[in-house]
């Protein structure tokens, strides 16, 4: 079947996606709202452009300036028209492309297939604000043909929400693996310069955090747990990434980590691997994460991940005591605890990092071309 996919943005999780869909054999049509060009980032406080090209390896086309809904859904829906689409992909139901790509398909009664993160600890607010959400999701998943599980907690939102079981696929968040496993590979034997680069001492444990400097985030629940550990534990803590709350969280680090953090800033796409690969423990405390793609990435250098229990891919990629642990989000001193392990034992840290690569080596693009596959049969066949 031909398939039209509407986002809004090219984005660097996505790209390498469809391109191994499109070389698997999926006829697919991509179209954005906008290019590929800088933009800024709030939450990263800073002007952005990726570095590794989002829009080649496959056909995509930009509708122009993002404009509101009924505009793009008048553009999108000619291209479905001329092209011949046969079914409808959106990237979920908030953004004017998403809302768009429902149009197209309601109006040319094609099936539509959606690919959300939503998860139920995402839904807030109080009993009738819940109440109502719920009302009007399950209303609106009765129109999608297909829903495309990015993980467990994202297909549990799904069944809860009213959709049968036969209508949700597996098609989970996954990161280009290869390209992660081999650029950690390819900075192995600059490792030390790399430490001493960021004025890390040799020989001793390093915790990574890596993520946009926000209030959910919650890189301090970190330090002040590594502010918790004994003296004999001794680690350092280098945090990539950049944010509104960076100053704040320089200043705790002074008066409760002395000497013992560093910040790195922030960093592009092809800088990460080497990050990972130096670090010997990483570390995801969010207070909220729909899913949390940085443990793909991470997993793919070997390193074991320690992960808050609100982090949506926990479920999926985290296994407490094979490939690392989680913790109550918020709790600095239950995080100090799963992590003491982690900082004094070389062997359990080696362990669980192999155990990570195995992990991610089942979670990845090879799964989203099976899943994709299944559902375009399923609507096929109805």
């Known amino acids: 079947m031909k398939l039209l996919y509407a986002l809004p943005h090219p984005v660097q999780y996505q790209s ?57 859904s008048r553009r999108l829906e000619l291209h479905a028209r001329e092209w011949g689409a ?30 959300g993160d939503s998860t139920l600890d995402g839904v807030r607010g109080g009993r009738l604000r819940r109440l109502a959400h719920r009302c009007f999701h399950t209303w609106r998943l009765r129109r999608a043909s297909a829903c495309l599980a990015v993980g467990t907690q994202n297909a549990a939102f799904y069944r809860a929400y009213g959709v049968p079981e036969a209508r949700v696929f597996p098609v989970p968040y996954a990161v280009d693996n290869a390209f992660f496993q081999n650029r950690s590979k390819e900075a192995r034997p600059a490792r030390e310069n790399l430490r001493r680069s960021l004025g890390l001492e040799s020989g001793l444990p390093v915790i990574l955090f890596c993520g946009k400097l926000i209030g959910k985030k919650d890189a301090a629940t970190l330090i002040r747990a590594m502010g918790l550990l004994t003296a004999d534990v001794q680690a350092r803590l280098l945090v ?50 729909p899913f949390g793609l940085v443990v793909n990435e991470v997993m793919n250098a070997g390193r074991p991940v320690i992960a808050s229990d609100r982090v949506g891919c926990w479920p999926d990629l985290v296994r407490p005591g094979v490939n690392g642990a989680v913790f109550p989000a918020g709790d600095a001193r239950a995080l100090a605890e799963v992590l003491r392990p982690f900082l004094l034992d070389a062997s359990l840290r080696e362990s669980a ?27 096929r066949g109805r």
């Open 240 to 289: 990539v990434g950049d944010g509104e709350l960076r100053p704040a969280l320089e200043k705790l680090t002074d008066e409760l980590l002395p000497g013992r953090a560093r910040f790195a800033g922030f960093k592009n796409q092809s800088e990460l691997p080497a990050l990972y690969d130096l670090c010997d423990v990483f570390v995801i405390p969010s207070t909220y994460e």
């Open 353 to 379: 990092g192999r155990a990570s690569l195995e992990i991610i080596n089942r979670w990845s693009f090879e799964e989203d071309l099976a899943g994709i596959q299944a559902a375009l049969e399923f609507v």
């Open 16 to 72: 390498p996606m469809i391109r191994y869909l499109a070389s698997g054999g999926v006829e697919l049509s991509v179209i954005y709202a906008r290019g590929e060009e800088r933009f800024f980032d709030p939450e990263f406080n800073r002007e952005l452009a990726w570095d590794r090209p989002l829009m080649e390896g496959y056909d995509s086309q930009v509708l122009g300036p993002p404009e509101d809904r009924p505009a793009l």
């Open 86 to 115: 046969e079914a409808v992909w959106a990237h979920g139901w908030s953004q004017p492309m998403d809302l768009a790509a429902w149009d197209t398909a309601r109006r040319l009664r094609l099936p539509l297939l959606v690919r």
